[in-house]
């Protein structure tokens, strides 16, 4: 391969920093403003500017854009635009990175494919809302005998993402543990969810030993809840939760009804702490 390769038209000079939309700037101007239109119109219009110029946005900043458009969408129960739309993003950056693959070096292509991956994740959970939750596929339990969605069918169920090596899923853990505690009376099960990372596929002792790590972890952090611990991040991918921590919110019908948004040193998420509330009244 030719070592002086093109730079992607949509790549800043590598090592250069991402400079944000102004698009996305003025509309979290809005959002403080408390001011939703403005701010959806500003993000909408960021976007078709940017479909009308490819070359002009960095993917980075393209996919910041589209995410916070689609986290406005949905606070505002317009899940269907939301999905819309990050479908048409997704099918533009897969196209992107297909000429990436052939002509970017190996910085680009990894930030590409993060971006991608952030799309993608998105795009599944905005999919997932309303729907039957996909079975959870897990080799080891801890804290449990074997579990499944099915065997747990009229129980408000509370999925956590989570990996040993994620240090914003341990900001998460204490409210998920305060979930637990204030909630498991009245039918909320919190199940916490991780897989083998550095030995799958490899040899049966080093996946020993990864397990064992994750037993130590779970007594570190005191958690009473059902771990499970998956081979490979087919249950992840399922839930569009690759990116660490997701939290998924189960009803007792056995269908998706929300994704967290817990952020390492925020209180919490009120749109998922108010579903929650309204599913521990359903029947």
């Not at 854009?65 to 997704?90: C, H, N, P, V, W």
């Not at 998920?176 to 204030?182: I, L």
């Not at 771990?227 to 921590?245: I, K, N, W």
Request: net charge negative; hydrophobic share 40%; charged share 25%.
């Amino acid at each position: 391969m030719d070592s002086a390769m093109k730079t992607p038209a949509n790549f800043p000079p590598v090592g250069q920093p991402m400079l944000m939309p102004e698009a996305l700037e003025r509309a979290n101007d809005f959002l403080d403003e408390g001011n939703v239109e403005a701010a959806i119109r500003e993000l909408e219009a960021g976007l078709e500017d940017a479909r009308h110029t490819p070359g002009a946005m960095d993917s980075q900043a393209r996919t910041a854009l589209a995410t916070m458009l689609s986290d406005i969408y949905q606070e505002a129960g317009e899940f269907q635009k939301a999905r819309r739309m990050l479908g048409e993003e997704l099918a533009f950056l897969e196209g992107q990175f297909e000429q990436v693959k052939q002509s970017g070096n190996p910085f680009e292509k990894r930030k590409f494919f993060t971006d991608l991956t952030v799309l993608r994740d998105n795009h599944t959970r905005v999919s997932l809302i309303g729907e039957p939750a996909p079975e959870i596929l897990v080799k080891h339990w801890i804290n449990s005998d074997p579990l499944s969605l099915e065997s747990l069918r009229g129980r408000l169920l509370l999925l956590e993402f989570w990996a040993t090596w994620c240090r914003s899923c341990v900001e998460v853990f204490p409210k998920v543990k305060r979930f637990h505690q204030q909630h498991a009376e009245r039918g909320l099960s919190v199940l916490a969810l991780t897989r083998h990372y550095y030995t799958s596929p490899g040899p049966v002792e080093s996946a020993e030993k990864e397990l064992e790590l994750i037993h130590a972890y779970v007594r570190e952090h005191s958690l009473e809840f059902p771990v499970g611990v998956s081979e490979d991040a087919t249950t992840q991918m399922a839930y569009g939760a690759v990116g660490l921590p997701t939290v998924a919110l189960i009803d007792r019908r056995g269908v998706v009804r929300a994704f967290g948004r817990f952020d390492a040193g925020e209180e919490g998420d009120p749109l998922f702490e108010e579903t929650l509330a309204r599913c521990l009244e359903e029947t």
